[in-house]
């Protein structure tokens, strides 16, 4: 793939937390209007690799370029002027604001006061909830519609790349598949670049083009979403297979062909 293809590329990423290494060596691309997904289990570094993305937390080593740019060691809100979106986990939407003004909120870089209303009602075709909702204080809403308010107010900024950290986290089954036909929309109908951390794997591989599976801070495998889909690993580990258990996870981990 072409360099100009790749919005996102991390290159032997590490970073920590104090003398703890959350995160070994990492490295991932995301090409142009694809989605790619970060699977692992809790504690496997998928959040830690957003926060690093984003700004939050510094790498100690390796390379960040975002749109060809090095990104690593930037402040987070010049990276988010850059054109990047990041909707964390616990969805952290502003309790005692409304719906309306938690959605202004991710406009707030930009000047271009028509296109961002234009924007707003984009956002409340995809959630038409948050219309209704509109003055309602956003810590008044369920858990599904602070997530559908978290996702509309990072595309309130028209991100070039949005990272989406667990958008199914304390959702229903029916919610759930609402969101994600949502995410898919987003990526076919602006073709949107989408990074996706998601414990859901079966949800996570139909909804992705690409995937990454970590392990304690390490990509320990990467495919397309449909040849991880079949790969017996993937089917016993993250697929809900009844054989895997602690004999399984043991096994996993002795596993040297993907080191």
């Known amino acids: 793939m ?45 959040t830690t690799v957003l926060k690093t993305i984003s700004g939050i937390l510094d790498p100690q ?37 409304s719906v309306r003004e938690n959605l202004m909120m991710g406009a707030y870089p930009r000047k271009d006061r028509e296109a961002v209303t234009e924007d707003l009602e984009r956002v409340y075709g995809y959630f038409p ?24 107010r990072a595309l309130m900024n028209r991100p070039t790349l949005l990272l989406l950290d667990e958008p199914s986290l304390g959702l229903s089954p029916i919610l759930v598949r609402e969101i994600f036909t949502i995410i898919r929309r987003v990526n076919e109908e602006q073709g949107m670049s989408i990074l996706l951390v998601e414990q859901n794997a079966k949800v996570a591989l139909e909804t992705a083009h ?34 895997a258990g602690a004999r399984g996870e043991r096994r996993w981990k002795k596993k040297k062909t993907w080191r």
């Open 129 to 152: 909830r948050l219309r209704e909702r509109l003055n309602q204080p956003a810590g008044q809403l369920s858990g599904g519609e602070q997530q559908m308010l978290a996702i509309g």
């Open 61 to 97: 080593k390796g390379t960040i370029e975002f749109l060809g740019k090095p990104i690593q060691r930037m402040e987070a809100d010049k990276i988010v002027r850059l054109g990047l979106g990041h909707v964390p986990e616990g969805r952290e939407v502003f309790p005692f604001l």
């Open 210 to 243: 690409y995937g990454y599976v970590l392990e304690i801070g390490r990509v320990v495998m990467n495919d397309s979403c449909e040849r991880l889909m079949h790969s017996k690993d993937i089917q016993e580990f993250y697929l809900g297979a009844k054989e």
């Open 2 to 46: 072409s360099a100009p293809d790749i919005i996102l590329k991390l290159s032997n990423i590490e970073s920590y937390y104090g003398p703890i290494m959350a995160i070994r060596g990492i490295s991932i691309e995301v090409p142009r209007g694809r989605i790619v997904t970060l699977l692992g289990a809790n504690g496997a570094g998928k």
